[in-house]
């Protein structure tokens, strides 16, 4: 067995929830294996992380993985995770979601979480589509492409996950895709360790649903494509805008080192007590 | 010598919303999370000043009731006790995540200040519209906890008996008030440590590998490790199997979903609350709850003075209904009149167990204003 494959098994629930309900060639298995290595590097113990899910398939991965896991409902996972936070501050909250749960449904919420600056780590992974459900159009279904409610074409805009948490606040904001495995890895790695609202976009093909609606003959295809249009953020920037076409930049796009909001909250707290024991 | 022994309870001149605050904060409340609305606002007020003054105390105000009920049972998980408040319109947007605690069977109060509705209805005028909601308000088939305050000392006497009952039995537990007594203002009493007992939920004992989070116990109620204690669990809203795992084995899923009734069933007579006055020889009794049981208990008064032998069942619990305190009342023939702030959700229940046997009339007012005594007795009067 390969070393990889080892050190997935050490964190998977083995024994209980397998086989997994995950398409041949789905990019969430990936974003599982990255998420696995990167609480590994950091030396976090499995009692010390705290995985909360929204529903859709990407929310699966809460049964697969060993940690504390709390599968929540569609949308409102980073709500669960907010409380979560502020009520146990040592744990490391990592937060996953599709992007109709992040984007469509829980829209609100990730604004929120990302300004108020709350110590989570938001995982979103972005297959532009409804998967669990059968095919619908998401918030980040492209314009013009085709899935089970929009079969003459995505009339509406999208929005850009990365702008969208800049402008939010976001302590930490970061772009790969499943093709990117060892950016990803790193990207999810610094996500976990730095304080405040950290959140990384990872690309991950749905050729279930998205891919057979959109042309894409084949998984490959789908991650070969992924591979020509991401652009590394350095090279976006020199690029003539009018060049840019459907490219799009992958990187680390904020970095900042802003206490978490329950930092703040508890050194307020122990502030007033303080206070209220000399006075 | 033993006058010097009792220690004078601490005395307050507070309001209902106030009263609430006080009850939590002595049953052990750590965690607030809510979004203002009229006219339960005081309540998050006042958690806001005082939780990050208490020992570990956290309050957050959040961005929708969606995500307060979410961050409450998040917090919940964690191993806090925790609630929220607010009142009908938010209450309604709680209700996905009510479904939510019911199924992970997560301790957490929630307060709903009662206003007029449907909709945005009368913000500032009392109501009682949202009994059968808060019985029937999410999605599926669960038990749930359902008590009522009709006074300010009430609301702080109930709010420790919501968390206790929630801790004890692993449900979310709705306490419901009216406008009225959230925001009558009257002298109460804080009761000293001795007067009241607390509940915790129970913690599991085994080590982390024989643990079974959700298995049946003789309690019915399985013991809880906080996320981050060493027991990794996993907690679903799915229907899940002794272990946590989601199932769809028939069996198992009925096994689960009875367990959540039988743990309330089974513990019935601790549960339902009820106080009676001058019931024993009563011909009408009155049964009402919340502001309107005060407005009853004078009218009870005032008719006993005419010479009616007249009584008051007064409900504390509401669910599950306190079906046999009323069944005695009936059984010996006392005619029943309902009167409440809808236009028949107790009577509903009353008129259910009753099947048929005595009279029942009800007084239903919808008009955003208070039922007085004398409308009572003039009801009393005419049964
Ligand atoms: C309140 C609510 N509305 C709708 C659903 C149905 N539902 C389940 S998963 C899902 C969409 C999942 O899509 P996404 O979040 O993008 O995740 P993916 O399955 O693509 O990973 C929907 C609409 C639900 N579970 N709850
Ligand atoms: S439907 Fe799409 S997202 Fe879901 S498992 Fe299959 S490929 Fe992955």
Redesign the interface.
């Known amino acids: 067995m390969s070393q990889v494959t080892q050190l997935i098994h050490q964190y998977l ?1 083995h024994n ?2 397998f086989p997994h309900v995950y398409c041949p060639g789905c990019g969430h298995g990936i974003v599982l294996g990255s998420l696995v290595r990167s609480v590994h590097n950091l030396g976090l113990s ?3 992380v ?1 995985l ?1 899910a929204g529903i859709g398939c990407s929310g699966r991965m ?2 697969y993985v ?8 569609h949308g ?1 996972a ?11 501050p ?2 490391t909250v990592i937060c996953v979601m599709g992007d109709g749960d992040a984007l469509s449904i829980g829209g ?2 990730l604004i ?1 979480a990302a300004r108020r600056n709350i110590g989570v780590t938001a995982l979103i992974l972005n297959n532009n589509i409804y998967g669990m459900t059968g095919g619908q159009c998401s918030s980040t279904t492209p314009m013009g492409s085709r899935s089970m409610t929009t079969p003459y074409g995505q009339l509406e805009n999208t929005f850009d996950i990365v702008e969208l948490a800049k402008a939010a606040g976001a302590n930490y904001v970061a772009r790969s895709t499943a093709f990117h495995a060892k950016m990803m890895d790193a990207q999810i790695s610094q996500a976990l360790s730095r304080p405040g609202f950290s959140l990384v976009e990872t690309f991950s093909p749905c050729h279930t649903q998205y891919g057979r609606k959109n042309q894409f003959r084949t998984v490959v295809d789908m991650y070969q494509d992924l591979k020509v249009r991401s652009t590394p953020l350095e090279k976006w920037n020199e690029m003539d805008p009018a060049k840019r076409g459907d490219k799009f930049p992958i990187g680390v796009f904020v970095e900042r080192d802003e206490p978490g909001l329950e930092e703040r ?1 508890m050194a ?2 122990e502030g ?2 303080k206070k ?1 024991a000399n006075a | 010598m033993a006058q010097k022994a009792r220690r004078k309870n601490k005395e307050l001149f507070a309001l209902g919303n106030e009263a609430v605050v006080e009850g939590a904060l002595l049953a052990g409340c750590t ?1 607030f ?1 809510g979004y203002p609305i009229t006219p339960s606002s005081e309540i998050m007020e006042v958690m806001a000043q005082k939780l ?2 208490t ?1 570990n ?2 309050f ?1 105000q ?3 009731e ?15 006790k ?1 609630m929220t408040a607010t009142s009908g319109p938010g209450f309604s947007l709680m209700q ?2 009510i479904g ?1 605690a019911c199924m992970v069977e997560a301790p957490c109060v929630i307060v709903n200040v009662m206003r007029g509705g449907p909709s945005t209805g009368l913000p500032t005028s009392p109501a009682q519209g949202d009994v059968q909601m808060a019985r029937w308000g999410t999605h599926g088939d669960h038990p749930i906890i359902v008590l009522s305050a009709s006074t300010v000392q009430e609301c702080l006497e109930m709010t420790i008996v919501a968390f206790n009952f929630s801790e004890k039995y692993r449900v979310p537990v709705i306490l419901l008030i009216d406008e009225i007594t959230a925001h009558t203002r009257e002298k109460i009493t804080i009761p000293s440590e001795r007067d009241y007992e607390i509940f915790s939920r129970v913690l599991p004992s085994m080590p982390p590998e024989w643990f079974k989070p959700f298995e049946e116990t003789t309690r019915g109620v399985p013991p809880m490790a ?3 204690s ?1 027991y ?7 229907t899940h199997d002794p ?1 946590g ?2 199932t769809q084995r028939p069996d198992e899923v009925e096994e689960f979903t009875h367990r959540l009734f039988r743990k309330i069933d089974q513990h019935f007579a601790d549960i339902v609350l009820t106080e009676e006055y001058e019931t024993k020889d009563a011909e009408v009794a009155v049964v009402a709850y919340g502001s309107v049981a005060r407005s009853a208990h004078l009218a009870v008064d005032q008719a006993r003075e005419q010479g009616i032998k007249a009584g008051l069942l007064h409900l504390k619990t509401l669910f599950p209904f306190p079906r046999a305190a009323l069944e005695k009342l009936t059984r010996r023939g006392a005619a029943i009149l309902v009167p409440e702030m809808n236009m028949g959700q107790i009577s509903r229940e009353v008129k259910r167990v009753n099947a048929g046997r005595v009279r029942v009339r009800t007084i239903n007012r919808v008009d955003g204003q208070i039922i007085t005594p004398s409308q009572i007795l003039k009801n009393i009067g005419q049964m």
Do not use: Q, W
């Open positions: 629930r209980k929830r499995k009692d010390e705290c909360v809460a049964v060993d940690f504390n896991t709390v599968h929540t409902t409102r980073l709500t669960f995770a907010t409380g979560i936070k502020l009520a146990n040592e744990l609100n919420h929120h909250y307020m707290a007033l007590r209220e | 965690f999370a990050p003054r020992e105390g956290a957050i959040m961005e929708d969606i995500a307060s009920m979410g961050a409450v049972i998040g917090a919940s998980l964690a191993g806090r925790a996905e995540h939510y906080p996320i981050g060493g990794r669990i996993h907690v679903t809203g799915l272990l795992y989601p």
